[in-house]
């Protein structure tokens, strides 16, 4: 269970949002205002902090830990859309439009959120108008961000999506390559919309051929010219 809102504490929490593109052109003033107006959750492992279809209107930054972000179907299948971590957020839409959640936001570690509700995102508009306009950037943002994947998932088939996702997910470590979140073939799978055996397939193609290797589920890419398919 989520342990009760409380405030942030001091003027340090609200300089600290600058790390967060949803508060990035904002200036001292204009975080502060936010800061005033917003609260703070704390989670744990595997928790539940949103629910598909859910009535909402709380937009969540994430301050420490990581979630993943799923849809679901009828039976029970899962499609992963994202994986965020620190300085990500979520929940934008309903903030705005207080309409059901398009996505259900699970915890992979604990992890703490700022929580700013459409109540205190209207105080933030009256204090400062500006908000409104930095609000509309990100959105516009993550509208392509999302048409890109739309385009990925209708053009690539399942390698092209697998090598595609890995090459998303890598980040450099120590020189190497590596993706940065230890996820489960299953995982990939539900991020590819593909089967785990499918999934298996392909790695251990890409595997085999040079292009990654694979110990103890961390994947480090040897090669970034990652073949778009078999």
Sequence with gaps: MASSPKRPAGSERAIGLKAV??????????LETV????TERSYPKNAVVLTEGEMGDSLYVIQSGKVKVVIGDEEGRELILKILGPADF?????????????????????????VLTHAAFEQCIERAPRIAKVVMQILAHRVREADRKIG??????????VASTLLELAVYNNG????????????LANMVGASRE???????DLSDRGFISIESKAITIINRELPPSL
């Design 152 to 161: 990925t998932l209708a053009l690539m088939d399942v390698y092209g999506r």
């Design 198 to 204: 499918m999934v298996n397939r392909i790695l251990k």
């Design 90 to 114: 979520f929940g934008e839409m309903s903030m705005i439009d207080k309409e059901p959640r398009s996505a259900s936001v699970t915890t992979i570690e604990p992890a703490t959120f700022l």
């Design 21 to 30: 593109p949803f508060f990035r052109q904002l200036d001292d003033h204009e």
């Design 35 to 38: 800061r005033a107006v917003s």
């Design 176 to 187: 190497k390559l590596v993706v940065g979140e230890k996820l489960s073939q299953q995982d």
